[in-house]
């Protein structure tokens, strides 16, 4: 796993964390046989390697940045959102297209009581959990922007991006507020999706910017 550095002058990798997964640390005779070093035979998953290249970074004090971009891997743990939150970061990590999302005010309805017990709780109604490839899908033209994210080997990087602000799912009930930012090409297909936790003045030109440079990196810092 590589964490890399993208600011004005340039990006850079700056760091990097070997991740094993359980089927190798949990076979000492194997990573012996491959020479993985005694210290790096302990199951770290991705998020904690991330987190820890990520803060070490910041501790150094040799760089400074704003926002981190990543792919669903983070993008769809909570554990990492917070972390990232925890450091004061915004960010711009990809999503599922099949991801669960509310509206920022759901509606809830109460069954009728019965007359024994306690009256039951609350319960959002769940024809309105859609997956964010659904909710793209509803956007009205007018929400959607072309917006050139950088120039590539084959010219210049033009997509359509919207955005708006949902309730992501926990438990399959709506919880906290997240900006879902939509991509396509400009004839609609190969879509993508992102979770920011970006504040509302933030440019709909900036989370593009972030995303765009997050396609081959597992994380990444920008200034």
Known sequence: MFLAHVGPRGRALVDKRLYLPEGWTSNGARC????????QRRYRAKIDLALEMLRRA???GHLSAEWAAG???????????DGLAAEGMQYVLDVPPDTPVWPLEPIWSSPAY???????????????RLSVKKRSLAQPQEAWREITIAEGAQGLRTYRFSAQRVRETQYRQPSGVLLVVYRQNLDGSEPRYYWSNGPE????????????????LASLLFE
């Open 114 to 128: 019965q007359g024994r017990g306690r009256p039951a709780k609350p319960k959002p109604r769940q024809e309105e």
């Open 71 to 81: 792919d669903d891997a983070f993008g769809m743990s909570p554990f990492f959102r």
């Open 58 to 60: 910041r501790a150094l």
């Open 32 to 39: 012996a046989a491959e020479g993985v070093p005694e210290a």
């Open 201 to 216: 003045d933030t440019p709909l030109e900036t989370l593009p910017q972030v995303a765009g440079d997050s396609l081959n």
